[in-house]
């Protein structure tokens, strides 16, 4: 027997139930892993709290999508991956390649990584190098790729950019760190200056407290100039969006990934002179290439604090709270 987590999709974080069950079986083309570690990202919240309806499995689900996990036993015909080899299951776990997405993804759709245990089709599962521990693994999935597909899957990222992030949470400080190891320059803004100091530990160029300083466009154009933004990491969404806009060059672009604030940017997408890019996380193809380029420049992802499993319910409160910087952490060990 293993131990798993489920929760009542849109029914509320206090659904949210501990218990057991069977270690299941791989079947052809299927490997069974040993998950290490886990990640919560905002996503976890929409499920859990209905804030999309249908985006999770009625009436329960799995919940998570980001892990790193070991091959324990595979089925007849793998030769992607062996027994005893560290890997990360891809978030949309049959988007393999090409730019349009597939919707079948973990901890929503179909059951997620909040368990000891699970079988997947062995070709969504790639490589966890060495250079990167099992909690730095599990925040690749989703947080790092979408990062990285809002800063190469458009308008590729160059040596001297100024690319604008906004917020401390999983996304935004993993764009950070890519941006950074491109050459580029990172703008930052939060509500905390001990977080925007810690954002700047990790090279942000320009912090900006937006709660201290509610007119924080102006002051990005104060000290960068007028237009200055190649990209824009929009965390937030659609009430940011003529602020935004605003601020980038022409041919920068406006990279829309989460309604932490209102809904999602993408909603004012075709809007006359805006180059809005809708980010959908990303395929097996870009996951791969991201973690080279991890495990390449050295980047170490940022892991803020971590629950036990059994303190699933506390992890989501601390998301909801916003009192954390990089990701939150499950160990599954």
Same mark, same amino acid.
């Given at each position: ?20 069950? *069977? ?54 015909? +793998?030769? =992607? ?18 730019? #349009?997405?597939?919707? =079948? ?33 599990? #925040? ?48 930052? #803004? ?20 937006? =709660? ?8 990005? @154009? ?5 237009? *200055? ?37 993408? #909603? ?15 395929? @097996? ?19 803020? +604090? +971590? ?27």
């Amino acid at each position: 027997m293993m131990k798993q987590a489920k929760v009542q999709s849109g029914k509320g974080i206090g659904t949210i139930a501990i218990g057991e069950a *069977p270690i299941p079986e791989p079947g052809p083309g299927e490997a069974l892993v040993r998950i290490k570690a886990a990640t919560l990202n905002f996503r976890d919240l929409i499920v859990a709290k209905g804030l999309i309806p249908g985006l999770g499995k009625e009436p329960d689900v799995v919940p998570l999508s980001c892990c790193a996990a070991e091959v324990v036993s595979v089925g007849s015909g +793998v030769t =992607r991956v062996d027994q005893g080899e560290r890997v990360v299951p891809i978030f949309a776990p049959f988007w393999m390649t090409g730019t #349009t997405p597939d919707p =079948r993804m973990l901890g929503g759709p179909i059951d997620g990584v909040a368990r000891q245990y699970a079988v997947f089709d062995a070709e969504s599962l790639c490589p966890l190098p060495d250079e990167l521990g099992d909690l730095e693994g599990a #925040t690749l999935a989703c947080a790092a790729l979408t990062a990285w597909s809002a800063l190469t899957a458009f308008r590729p990222t160059g040596a001297g950019d100024w690319v604008l992030a906004h917020g401390t949470g999983g996304v935004s400080i993993a764009a950070l760190q890519l941006a950074k190891a491109m050459g580029a320059k990172v703008a930052i #803004t939060s509500s905390s200056y001990a977080k925007l100091a810690r954002a700047a530990s990790y090279g942000a160029d320009l912090c900006i407290n937006y =709660r201290k300083t509610p007119g924080w466009a102006a002051e990005v @154009r104060k000290a960068l100039g007028e237009r *200055p933004l190649a990209n824009v990491i929009d965390t937030v969404g659609a009430v940011q969006f003529d602020d935004n806009v605003s601020l980038l060059a022409e041919g920068g672009q406006l990279s829309a990934i989460g309604m932490l604030g209102s809904d999602f940017s993408w #909603t004012r997408m075709g809007e006359q002179g805006v180059n809005l890019a809708p980010i959908g996380v990303g395929n @097996r193809e870009q996951h791969e290439a991201m973690t080279a380029f991890i495990a390449a420049h050295r980047i170490r992802p940022v892991v803020d +604090v +971590v629950y036990d499993l059994d303190r699933l319910e506390d992890a989501y409160r601390h998301l909801e709270s916003g009192q954390f910087f990089g990701k939150v952490g499950i160990n599954l060990l």
